[in-house]
């Protein structure tokens, strides 16, 4: 069942108290250099240091009483770890996080620091999801997927829905793809609220699944991973994949040179920490410049949780 | 002649077409450690990244038609030299840039860009000086000094006013100290502008002129010079010093682990770019936070022009 329009706006009511509205900011600069009219929607800048808060707080609130009393029980070793240790924190239960043993230390850390359980597990697919099942099966905790559930995916259009109450009327929105939440949340939020905005992707050459799937019309995995990208990493689920294929009008694919390019560019003009999965959209919009010529973009900043020792990997 | 409040009004009317009004950020979890209610002046946003371009653009404004006209000349390898370069293309004359032939090729770029004329020296106070007069005496360019000119000083004072007519009665103002451009307009507004509000400046240990001329009531050398805020190196001024002497209340020092902590505690954090001189009196508030206790506090960020690639040397 699609989701609709007022559930969008009902997601937007029950997490705005939760998370910030995040600013959109400009830059004269990077304006020039595409040609085109662009408002970045700052998610750096949201509750967490990324978008994720919007759908895990929105699947969170929508648990009914009893069973958020078990807690709730995700895997996951990035933001949407800290999305689901912060909400549940927010509503009083206990937050159960699977992450692979190898999760670097400042992960770890911000999840702890949230107060939630951390279970260790090997890191490969079917020790997380034994990990997890483990969990659930203890403890009642209610899972919530990372993006392929319908509350997080209602959750995360929450985003362009802001951007497009304070920017309207913009003739695209470029957002990342990895497993498609924050994209099929935004493709739907542009046809529910500004039918005539068109939703485009960026991804990873080093991570291009979505783009093969559009193509073929399935979920597909990607050729290989090799990407600085790493919240780009996962696979369309069966719940992302048909919105992205209704709504978006196309994935474009960007290089690591291309992803690095784009970072400087925001490091330098924009004076603001992103991640590299966050300026994908900005170097695909570069690449494909000509077809935006002159036109009023949005391009969603999904996050700003870097580790700052990886700067002299991308910079040096 | 003391610069008067009328003058401080004037400037800001004079230079607010040219200047963006920088956003005054917060965080809870940076209030959360200092103890106190912190309001961050995010100057690394302004126009050419950092609150120099007011002093500047305040001077170039108020030199007469017939002397704009034969351009305007600095000696600078940082913000000031930007600072004077966008100013003059925005008057529509030329600007003249003394440099030191070591200056990184990313802030020579940065002024060429803004099409000034970049004149090369020896890297020694001498060499700089001759260049300068050698300019002026042949081109009858306008000298703005980056620092000891009243005209700057009352351009910097507007960074201060600004922030005291966003967040009013703050209990102090702190800001970083090197000729004392900033330190002293800030200190000018805070006592016409908010009497109440103390003034107090961050200064590096590797830097540490500022400070021991507060003490000796002369001005004084650094004892030695090893820092990683490059923008604080000079010493005070015969027209920024009587000021700071008057009207600021205290200046703190702080070492470069303090300096590299508070810089990342910003970078990830609040996830914007600043300059490591910038944290400067972030690092001293830590360090003296016990005398704030419970205060509102403003910060001025004064700049984020920073090369990509020293990344690797704070953060490795």
């Not at 997490?15 to 400009?26: D, E």
């Not at 939020?189 to 559009?214: I, R």
């Not at 994935?251 to 994908?280: A, G, H, N, W």
Request: hydrophobic share 40%.
């Amino acid at each position: 069942m699609q989701i609709t329009k007022e559930q969008i706006e009902q997601a937007h009511e029950r997490v705005k108290p939760f998370i910030h509205q995040t600013p959109v900011l400009t830059s004269t600069f990077i304006n020039s250099i595409a040609g085109a009219e662009l408002f970045f929607k700052c998610e750096n800048f949201q509750k967490i240091g990324a978008f994720k808060i919007r759908g895990g707080m929105n699947a969170v609130l929508t648990l009914p009483k009893d069973q958020l009393a078990n807690g709730i029980a995700t895997h996951s070793s990035g933001n949407h770890a800290q999305a689901i240790a912060y909400a549940a924190r927010e509503v009083g239960t206990k937050a159960f996080i699977v992450m692979p043993n190898t999760s670097p230390k400042v992960k770890v850390d911000a999840v702890k620091g949230y107060g939630a359980d951390i279970i260790f597990c090997e890191p490969n697919q079917q020790a997380r999801e034994n990990a997890l099942q483990e969990i659930v099966d203890r403890t009642g905790a209610a899972f919530i997927h990372p993006y392929n559930d319908e509350r997080v995916i209602t959750g995360q259009a929450t985003c362009a829905k802001e951007l497009l109450e304070k920017i309207p009327a913009l003739d695209a929105i470029f957002a990342p793809v990895g497993g498609g939440g924050l994209l099929s949340g935004t493709a739907l939020s542009a046809h529910y609220f500004s039918t005539a905005t068109k939703v485009y992707a960026g991804e990873p050459e080093g991570a291009a699944d979505a783009v093969l799937s559009f193509k073929s019309g399935q979920i597909e995995t990607a050729p290989y991973i090799n990407t600085i990208a790493d919240g780009l990493l996962t696979k369309l689920g069966d719940k992302t994949f048909p919105i992205i294929q209704q709504y978006v009008t196309d994935i474009f694919t960007v290089s690591e040179d291309e992803i690095i390019s784009s970072l400087q560019l925001v490091y330098e003009r924009m004076k603001i920490i992103v991640e590299p999965s966050c300026v994908v959209p900005l170097a695909a919009l570069l690449k494909n410049q000509e077809q935006f010529a002159g036109k009023r973009v949005g391009i969603i900043l999904s996050g700003g949780n870097v580790d700052l020792k990886k700067f002299a990997e991308w910079f040096g």
